[in-house]
């Protein structure tokens, strides 16, 4: 079978791999060239390329079930795997750059030989007698008897076809990062979580993700809408503020760490959610399916993007492997799927995301409601038998709905008075004040960044 995949991000890079198992010859579409001879990948047009990420489990076990060669080259190249204390089997995460992940990946697609690369714009799908035939590529035509959508919440060639709108909801997030890499012969800084180090305070939160080969990211978010807090995105208000939470300070200190990037701004976020079926009911046109990002975005904060993209390429290439499936039945049953699996994780986004901003406007915990997952999640913090029903669903074996069955139990613990703590560190007017008080201060000329990442 020809598949032409539109989007070599990890989605369709991963997807491309994994279906040359089942024979197919697949074709990937993507106007980015890729890395210039020298290794350097800006990569135009996706913003988050040089974010931080947290790779989940489930992207784990999907590289080592499906594509186990990009699992050993991940680790050759530096990536860093995590593993529950004194459980050395299976990682529970791996710290690494994207950068360092996808050309990773994408290396291994152009290794295979039933995947081609072609760097092109895809501005539309062909289809005869109401089924998809292939890709347009400017004058020319790429012939497909399946298109796959792996172009992102942004792409627009299955959307005009799928519901008129997604279901969306703003995270109600900003945030701003930057890249550093430890000096030679420093240690890490101090972590309390897989990823890195993860700190919540009232009106915006604080992270640093340690990556591979010594480098690690910093990132303050805020709320969207806090004008206060939205000169971080300048590089010396960004210093100060870093310098100015404690745990923070301790990796970004120049005396451990130098900056190798410059501050880098997080774009508007949104979760959203849009199935296969158009406003009929129907699948549009039999041949054309959309999934990752294309299907489901979430707040980045939590690292469940690349984990649900790969959770829906690994349910989708099973489906076109089953015998007796034409493509409008596989639509049909990957919508029904994502439906069951992935939409519960943007539904709980665009719940917890909202209380969330609630609660930094200045409202406390409202226990005459149904309690958000994070609250919900940090109640542990108190009661830690209540792990053996956050756990599953803080890893994703189980769905949101599965902390319904504690939920009672909690409401009674923040009924009696209890809140969760909160770390050390400058309240959100404090750091407001830290910002406004270095809005012309020049940056210091040793923590100047080049434009590289080195």
């Known amino acids: 079978m020809r598949v032409a995949i539109i989007g070599a991000g990890p989605t369709g890079l991963f997807t491309a791999v994994a279906m040359t198992v089942g024979d197919h010859d697949v074709s990937v579409v993507d106007r980015d060239p890729g890395p210039n001879d020298h290794g350097w990948w800006p990569r135009a047009g996706v913003m988050q390329f040089h974010h931080p990420h947290a790779y989940r489990l489930q992207v784990i076990e ?22 529950p204390p004194g459980q050395p089997g299976l990682p529970i995460t791996i710290r690494c750059r994207r950068s360092v992940f996808e050309t990773v990946l994408r290396s291994q697609a152009v290794a295979e030989p039933r995947v081609t690369l072609i760097h092109g714009h895809a501005t539309g799908v062909t289809h005869e007698r109401g089924r998809a035939t292939g890709v347009r590529l400017g004058d020319r035509i790429l012939p497909a008897d399946l ?9 627009r060639l299955s959307r005009s076809l799928r519901a008129a709108a997604p279901e969306s909801a703003d995270c109600g997030l900003a945030y701003v990062s930057r890249q550093y890499r430890l000096r030679r012969g420093a240690s890490e ?9 993860i700190t919540v305070y009232p009106g915006y939160l604080a992270i640093v993700f340690p990556h591979d080969n010594r480098t690690f990211s910093a990132l303050i978010a805020q709320g969207s809408a806090d004008r206060d807090l939205a000169g971080l995105r300048r590089l010396a208000a960004f210093e100060s ?3 100015a939470i404690p745990p923070v300070a301790i990796w970004t200190d120049p005396r451990r760490s130098r900056p190798i990037t410059p501050v880098l701004r997080g774009g508007h976020l949104y979760n959203s959610y849009r199935g296969q079926r158009n406003e009929a009911g129907r699948i549009p046109l039999p041949g054309l399916i959309a999934l990752g990002d294309a299907v489901c975005t979430t707040n980045p904060s939590l690292g469940r993007g690349i984990a649900t993209s790969f959770l829906q390429a690994q349910r989708l290439v099973a489906l076109l492997d ?27 986004h665009v719940y917890s995301d ?33 792990n053996s029903t956050i756990m599953p669903y803080f890893m994703m074996r189980a769905l949101p709905s599965s902390l319904a069955a504690i939920e009672p139990r909690v409401r009674e613990i923040y009924a009696g008075g209890w809140r969760p703590a909160i770390p050390e560190g400058p309240s959100r007017s404090e750091l407001a004040d830290v910002i406004a008080r270095t809005a012309n201060r020049p940056a210091r000329a040793d923590r100047a960044a080049p434009r590289v990442v080195a």
């Open 241 to 243: 503020a870093t310098q």
């Open 147 to 155: 298109v796959l959508d792996t172009s992102g919440r942004a792409g």
């Open 322 to 348: 089953e015998p007796g499936r034409d493509f409008g039945d596989v639509a049909l049953a990957f919508d029904a799927w994502c439906t069951e699996h992935i939409k519960p994780w943007f539904a709980d």
């Open 354 to 386: 909202a209380d969330l901003q609630r609660r930094w406007a200045g409202g406390d915990v409202d226990i005459s409601r149904r309690l958000p997952s994070d609250l919900i999640v940090a109640a542990a913090e108190a009661h830690p038998e209540l």
């Open 62 to 83: 999907a590289l080592q079930a499906e594509i186990p060669e990009v699992w050993h080259a991940l680790l050759a190249a530096g990536a860093v795997p995590v593993y």
């Open 189 to 197: 800084g101090p972590t309390n979580a897989p990823p890195g180090l």
